[in-house]
T-cell receptor, first 115, second 109 residues
Framework: DTAVSQTPKYLVTQMGNDKSIKCEQNLGHDTMYWYKQDSKKFLKIMFSYNNKELIINETVPNRFSPKSPDKAHLNLHINSLELGDSAVYFC??????????????FGPGTRLTVT | GNSVTQMEGPVTLSEEAFLTINCTYT??????LFWYVQYPGEGLQLLLKATKADDKGSNKGFEATYRKETTSFHLEKGSVQVSDSAVYFCALTGNQFYFGTGTSLTVIP
């Protein structure tokens, strides 16, 4: 009965490779997010989708491409991985849309290590 | 624009000590305010929230009061335990979520 799940939990790969991280929520929420957390625990929002529509797209390299096949899923594809992409990536979801957002529920994170 | 400022860590306390983690915010309108906790190796979990001025959120012995006059939402706990060791994030929401930089807390026996 996991609310927000991510796969994989750990991802180790070499520079230049392409990888994907999957996220699913079973809370019936309208809005989903991707965050990047660096080694100092700083959280940076990357993308937000509301009902499969992109609503927030922060300054992120275009090597990162989110895809939302339906309201319950938001996947993150990363092309041409670089050393600086090493971080923990969190998926989250919340009720509401642009007008009003409620608390966010986070997945367990995916630790990406680029060697 | 909206923003959240948290006290910098790390914070180290002895068990049963009193905890305060300061959080101030800048916002237009009437945001909701949150504290999230991140235990080692896990995702963030909602700890408590307050949706309007003078509301007090509380959970697991932690409390925070939404103070509009001082634009603050300080987190407090009267007696911390080793199991409270974690990173704590203050956050606010209006049309987007804004997280603080996080405060690492270590409680030693």
């Amino acid at each position: 009965d996991t609310a927000v799940s991510q796969t994989p939990k750990y991802l180790v790969t070499q520079m230049g490779n392409d990888k994907s991280i999957k996220c699913e929520q079973n809370l019936g929420h309208d809005t989903m997010y991707w965050y990047k957390q660096d080694s100092k625990k700083f959280l940076k929002i990357m993308f937000s989708y509301n009902n499969k529509e992109l609503i927030i797209n922060e300054t992120v390299p275009n090597r990162f491409s989110p895809k939302s096949p339906d309201k319950a899923h938001l996947n993150l594809h990363i092309n041409s991985l670089e050393l600086g992409d090493s971080a923990v990536y969190f998926c989250a979801s919340s009720q509401g849309g642009l007008a009003k957002l409620y608390e966010q529920y986070f997945g367990p994170g995916t630790r990406l290590t680029v060697t | 624009g909206n923003s959240v400022t948290q006290m910098e860590g790390p914070v180290t306390l002895s068990e049963e000590a009193f905890l305060t983690i300061n959080c101030t915010y800048t916002a237009t309108g009437y945001p909701s305010l949150f504290w999230y906790v991140q235990y080692p190796g896990e995702g963030l979990q909602l700890l408590l929230k307050a949706t309007k001025a003078d509301d007090k959120g509380s959970n697991k012995g932690f409390e925070a009061t939404y103070r509009k006059e001082t634009t603050s939402f300080h987190l407090e706990k009267g007696s911390v335990q080793v199991s409270d060791s974690a990173v704590y994030f203050c956050a606010l929401t209006g049309n987007q979520f804004y997280f603080g930089t996080g405060t690492s807390l270590t409680v030693i026996p």
